[in-house]
């Protein structure tokens, strides 16, 4: 009988633990899946000096310099303005956490005349090993990170028609 409600106890204690899981495991889900864009006509130059604005006192508390250069005047994008500044911020808040002292944007269009927008910076290289795994939803090489920045990012910039790449 004290066997059966160990037993009993165990499997009620495994069946609890395995509901949490799974609520945390939605929780998360519904956390990293994107919304569709709302996209309207955005002038990039704005786009970024609003994206230089936000970020303008955490570089300073940082000690970090962030800049943009449009190397062509009058582009357009049609995006969701937020999700986009959002992934600008992402992009910042790595480049800062990597030891980042000058991050540098720059806009222009490509051969094909799609717009191109880099964002560099001279913070600590990703190491080869893992420069493809940084996008990988949860994978982290932050002590206190979550691994879904740069994922979300990606995620965003493939409802948008775009790309998010990296160089090391």
Same mark, same amino acid.
Request: neutral net charge; without cysteine.
């Given at each position: 009988? =004290? #066997? ?7 499997? =009620? +204690? ?10 945390? &495991?939605?929780?998360?889900? /519904?956390? @990293? ?12 130059? =704005?786009?970024?000096?609003? &994206?230089?604005?936000?970020? %303008?006192? %955490? ?7 962030? @800049?943009?250069? #449009? ?10 303005? *937020? ?12 480049? &800062?956490?990597?030891?980042? +002292?000058?991050?540098?944007? +720059?806009?222009?269009?490509?051969? =094909? #005349?799609?717009? &191109?927008?880099?964002?560099? /910076?001279? *913070? ?15 994978? @982290? @090489?932050?002590?206190?990170? +979550? $691994?879904? $920045?740069?994922?979300?990012? %990606?995620?965003?910039?493939? %409802? ?9």
């Amino acid at each position: 009988k =004290e #066997d059966e409600l160990d037993v009993k106890a165990g499997l =009620e +204690t495994i069946s609890a633990s395995s509901q949490d899981l799974i609520r945390f &495991v939605e929780s998360y889900r /519904n956390f @990293t899946e994107v919304a569709p864009p709302i996209r309207k006509a955005v002038m990039v130059d =704005e786009l970024l000096d609003r &994206v230089l604005r936000l970020n %303008k006192a %955490k570089m300073a508390e940082q000690g970090a310099v962030l @800049t943009y250069q #449009d190397k062509m005047a009058d582009l357009l994008i049609y995006a969701d303005e *937020g999700q986009i500044v959002q992934v600008f911020n992402n992009l910042i808040k790595n480049a &800062v956490q990597a030891g980042a +002292t000058s991050i540098r944007i +720059t806009a222009d269009l490509n051969a =094909e #005349d799609q717009t &191109v927008i880099r964002v560099s /910076n001279n *913070g600590k290289a990703i190491p080869l090993r893992q420069i493809d795994e940084i996008f990988v939803p949860f994978y @982290t @090489t932050k002590s206190n990170g +979550t $691994g879904i $920045g740069l994922s979300l990012s %990606k995620q965003i910039m493939v %409802k948008h028609n775009g790309s998010l790449d990296r160089k090391s």
